[in-house]
Structures are given as C-alpha cells and as structure tokens.
C-alpha cells in the first residue's frame, strides 16, 4: 500500500474515532445532568428506556473505537490492509467501505458463512 493510502486512512480513522469520543463525553455529561425525579412512573419509564438506548449505542461505538484502535496500530507496524488469515492484500476499495476491517472479502465471506452455518 502506498504512504500517501496508509496516510488517508490514518487520518480517517483517527478523525472517526475523535468523533466517537466527542460523543461518549457529551453522553456522560447528559446522563450525568439527566438524573430528574421524575413523579410519572410513565416519564420515568420513558427516561429509562431513553437512557438505556444510548447506552446500548455508546457500548457499540465502544467496540467500534477498539477495532479503530486496531487498524490504527496495525499501520504503525505496517500490516494495515493485510488480510489476518490469507495474509493477502485487502482491496482500497473495501478498506474505503470498511476502514476497521482485518479480512479481504473472500476470508470475510467464508468467516459468514462459516458462522451462519455454525448459527453464531
């Protein structure tokens, strides 16, 4: 891959993952300040599902930060956009796609289908 490829996705990735982080700060901020008392066991339901939601979506975004953590560590050891099991190149385009992603499209596929079959 070239240096000006790994340098686009560097900055991609770090420009993501500083995104993320905006977003994990301004959400225990807001449910920090949320904490109401609220009379209406209705609102209070209300609340809780809300809160409960973006917690569910910052665990995701948690994961997501690890695999952009990832990448990011494999371009310092130069193995970013090698795929972990065949050891082959990962197409730019499918890096564009999916910036965090370790497979090239036909390890990827297989692991699918591997795991559709296995029911996980």
């Not at 900055?11 to 301004?26: G, K, N, R, S």
């Not at 953590?69 to 082959?88: N, Q, T, V």
């Amino acid at each position: 891959m070239k240096d000006t490829d790994l340098e686009f996705f560097r900055h991609l990735l770090t420009q993501w993952m500083e995104a993320l982080l905006d977003h994990a700060d301004d959400t225990v901020e807001g449910l920090l300040d949320s904490r109401e008392n609220l009379p209406d066991p209705l609102d209070r339901a209300s609340a809780e599902s809300e809160r409960a939601w973006t917690l569910r979506i910052r665990d995701r975004e948690s994961m997501l930060i690890k695999k952009i953590r990832h990448a990011l560590e494999a371009i310092e050891r130069e193995e970013y956009g090698i795929c972990e099991d065949c050891g082959e190149d990962i197409s730019i385009e499918r890096l564009k796609a999916r910036p965090v992603t370790s497979f090239c499209i036909s390890c990827k596929t297989k692991r699918e289908s591997i795991e559709k079959l296995a029911g996980t």
